[in-house]
T-cell receptor, first 111, second 118 residues
Framework: GQQVMQIPQYQHVQEGEDFTTYCNSS?????IQWYKQRPGGHPVFLIQ?????EVKKQKRLTFQFGEAKKNSSLHITATQTTDVGTYFC???????????FGAGTQVVVTP | GAVVSQHPSRVICKSGTSVKIECRSL??????MFWYRQFPKQSLMLMAT?????????EQGVEKDKFLINHASLTLSTLTVTSAHPEDSSFYIC??????????????FGEGSRLTVL
């Protein structure tokens, strides 16, 4: 069945540094979404990518969807303490299908 | 944005009792809601899809008699953990899509319910 894998599982970042988390699917995706879950909180939608090779930016966050629509990445520049949390990618095989979540990347930021 | 409310946020119960968790869409109608389970520092595992007016669709390995789902209205879905045991202790989160937002398909999550079974 469809699997969505995410690496790294854990990321320790110094404040001000950049980092990237990667998401890979075993099957071609219709779209991919990214969510952020703060410690003790619930997942909050960040963005959806639909087109092959699509790149979207939200302030310091850059999201990319691979050309083959099987992988995605989230790059955060100049990390801040507010970036702490777990980032999940979630992919769909078809436009209205079930979302398959990755294992998440837990981000810890050191001041 | 769309709001999904979940209640209770925390519940502690004795082994063998049943616990009901409510999930409400506050400003939109949700014909479909999703129930997830999350273990500490792990991903979201879809348990079942709740369909308004019909039976829920359970994922493989999820006991339907253990986790009863009722979606009686367009704004309310409930998950009842029956005869709870310590291994059922977990963080349960519901989510829903807002149909008025077209086919974006983003999920709006409730605040989650942390269940502890003693």
């Amino acid at each position: 069945g469809q699997q969505v894998m995410q690496i790294p599982q854990y990321q320790h970042v110094q404040e001000g540094e950049d980092f990237t988390t990667y998401c890979n699917s075993s099957t071609t995706l219709s779209n991919i979404q990214w969510y952020k879950q703060r410690p003790g909180g619930h997942p909050v939608f960040l963005i959806q990518l639909v087109k092959s090779g699509e790149v979207k930016k939200q302030k310091r966050l850059t999201f990319q969807f691979g050309e083959a629509k099987k992988n995605s990445s989230l790059h955060i520049t100049a990390t801040q303490t507010t970036d702490v949390g777990t980032y999940f990618c979630a992919g769909r095989v078809n436009s209205w299908g079930k979302l398959q979540f990755g294992a998440g990347t837990q981000v810890v930021v050191t001041p | 944005g769309a709001v999904v409310s979940q209640h209770p946020s925390r519940v502690i119960c004795k082994s063998g009792t049943s616990v009901k968790i409510e999930c409400r869409s506050l400003d939109f109608q949700a014909t479909t809601m999703f129930w997830y389970r999350q273990f500490p520092k792990q991903s979201l595992m879809l348990m079942a899809t709740s369909n308004e007016g019909s039976k829920a669709t359970y994922e493989q390995g999820v006991e339907k008699d253990k986790f009863l789902i009722n979606h009686a209205s367009l704004t309310l879905s409930t998950l009842t953990v029956t005869s709870a045991h310590p291994e059922d202790s977990s963080f349960y989160i519901c989510s829903a899509r807002d149909p008025s937002r077209g086919r974006t398909g983003e999920l709006f999550f409730g605040e989650g319910s942390r269940l502890t079974v003693l």
